[in-house]
Antibody
Framework: QVQLVQSGAEVKKPGASVKVSCKASGYTFTSYGISWVRQAPGQGLEWMGWISAYNGNTNYAQKLQGRVTMTTDTSTSTAYMELRSLRSDDTAVYYC??????????????WGQGTLVTVSS | DIQLTQSPSFLSASVGDRVTITCRASQGISSYLAWYQQKPGKAPKLLIYAASTLQSGVPSRFSGSGSGTEFTLTISSLQPEDFATYYCQQLNSYHALTFGGGTKVEIK
């Protein structure tokens, strides 16, 4: 079955960086993109960006431009999200999700199980 | 960016009730809208895409409608496993796939 498995929880100090992985299985990795979404404690969903697993093209949320980098490794069917210069308000659960290509079709299904990133001094 | 406003933000209902959640977009998005269900401590799950297409495996008591700027998610007969938070998401903008603020459905 189609599955996305994310790396484990992280605790980071302010100013540090974090890199979360998302390993895909059960489908042809390059036939879909991967989106990243985060959810702060008790809050709603925030779209962070998207990467094409086919050619590596990316699209990032404006508020994260310059701090976030999304990459893929097609040899291992794994996507990565790196967030730099961490602040306390980056504390959240980070999700990856498989995403169709094509404008209007890019719903998210399935999602990874989530990775808790805690930023604390 | 396109803004999505969900209403209500909180809803108290009983098993068997018909429940309707509204999602309004700040500009027209055709039928490019998805709905998700999230239970506490779990990842969101896709319910509906293209405004009204039920994802495979989702019970038929869920339905979606609308186009342009106003959309609805309806649960025809609320079941105990449906108590969760529901989010809409617009799929129209290439540059930002924004979510609504969420609607929490709780047991009355």
């Amino acid at each position: 079955q189609v599955q996305l498995v994310q790396s484990g929880a992280e605790v980071k100090k302010p100013g540090a960086s974090v890199k979360v992985s998302c390993k895909a299985s059960g489908y042809t990795f390059t036939s879909y993109g991967i989106s990243w979404v985060r959810q702060a404690p008790g809050q709603g969903l925030e779209w962070m960006g998207w990467i094409s697993a086919y050619n590596g093209n990316t699209n990032y949320a404006q508020k994260l431009q310059g701090r976030v980098t999304m990459t893929t490794d097609t040899s291992t069917s794994t996507a990565y999200m790196e967030l730099r210069s961490l602040r306390s308000d980056d504390t959240a659960v980070y999700y990856c999700a498989r995403t169709n290509y094509g404008s209007g079709n890019r719903w998210f299904d399935p999602w990874g199980q989530g990775t808790l990133v805690t930023v604390s001094s | 960016d396109i803004q999505l406003t969900q209403s209500p933000s909180f809803l108290s209902a009983s098993v068997g009730d018909r429940v309707t959640i509204t999602c309004r977009a700040s500009q027209g998005i055709s039928s490019y809208l998805a709905w998700y269900q999230q239970k506490p401590g779990k990842a969101p799950k896709l319910l509906i895409y293209a405004a009204s297409t039920l994802q495979s495996g989702v019970p038929s008591r869920f339905s979606g409608s609308g186009s342009g700027t106003e959309f609805t998610l309806t649960i025809s007969s609320l079941q105990p496993e449906d108590f969760a938070t529901y989010y809409c998401q617009q799929l129209n903008s290439y540059h930002a796939l924004t979510f609504g603020g969420g609607t929490k459905v709780e047991i009355k």
